[in-house]
């Protein structure tokens, strides 16, 4: 089987839990570790998928790195590889494919809850989820999906929670983070929950019951991401 290549943006948000998923359906996976190595390895005939982790970043102000992961995206898409995005990845995909993504006039941090549009019903992914569930949130930009897209969830601190297009997918929460990411995520960006709001919690908030929060977000990564990772191998 070729593997699934995963790129990790920040060492405060390495793929956590989506890597214990793939152990435990089997299917082979590499890492790049791009805060440790600035070149984006090209190549894409020995591989299955694309994962892009998320990350501090702008899309629009992008790094070396972060031009050639727009450009590798690109490439994917005219091979028909899929690919995969959170937070910034999700940024990376609509950028690349042609979407829209600015910087909010808010942030979105903490636990939130994301509704599922009914478009998702539609989708692989999404037909195992409830109507309604609570993820992780850190971002500052926010998207509009390129033409051709389906929106397929949304949050009332942000209007597009996720989308497809094709065989890739992109999300703008987290699934995967646990409690030991989320206490580095707080230690390192303290700054961006100086200001709380309906969008933005305190560490308190954020920390109280965490480990239950996070496994529950495991437990939505298994049925969201496993009919993906399937479709992959069959």
């Not at 790195?65 to 450009?71: I, V």
């Not at 009914?118 to 195992?128: I, K, N, V, W």
Request: with cysteine; hydrophobic share 45%; glycine share 4%.
């Amino acid at each position: 089987m070729k593997p699934v290549r995963i790129f990790i943006h920040d060492i405060c948000e390495p793929p956590d839990y989506l890597v214990t998923l793939l152990r435990k359906l089997g299917y082979p996976y590499e890492l790049v570790c791009l805060y440790k190595n600035t070149t984006v390895p090209m190549d894409l005939d020995q591989l299955s998928a694309l994962v892009f982790m998320g990350g501090a970043g702008n899309v629009h102000e992008p790094t070396e790195w972060m031009q050639q992961e727009l450009d590798l995206i690109q490439q994917a898409d005219a091979q028909n590889i899929p690919v995969l995005g959170i937070c910034l990845g999700a940024q990376l995909i609509c950028k690349a494919l042609g979407g829209m993504v600015w910087e909010a006039d808010h942030l979105e941090v903490g636990w939130h809850q994301v509704r599922l549009l009914a478009e998702s019903r539609e989708h692989p992914s999404f037909q195992p989820l409830p109507d309604e569930f609570t993820v992780f949130q850190w971002h500052a930009h926010v998207f509009k999906p390129p033409a051709g897209a389906t929106a397929l969830a949304t949050s009332d601190c942000t209007r597009c929670q996720a989308f497809s297009l094709g065989s890739h997918l992109a999300l703008q929460f987290h699934l995967e983070m646990d409690e030991r990411v989320i206490r580095s995520l707080l230690e390192t960006y303290a700054s961006d929950i100086a200001e709380v709001s309906a969008c933005v919690q305190d560490a308190a908030t954020i920390l109280q019951d965490v480990s239950a929060n996070s496994r529950a977000t495991f437990d939505i990564a298994d049925r969201l991401f496993t009919p993906w990772f399937d479709a992959l191998y069959k």
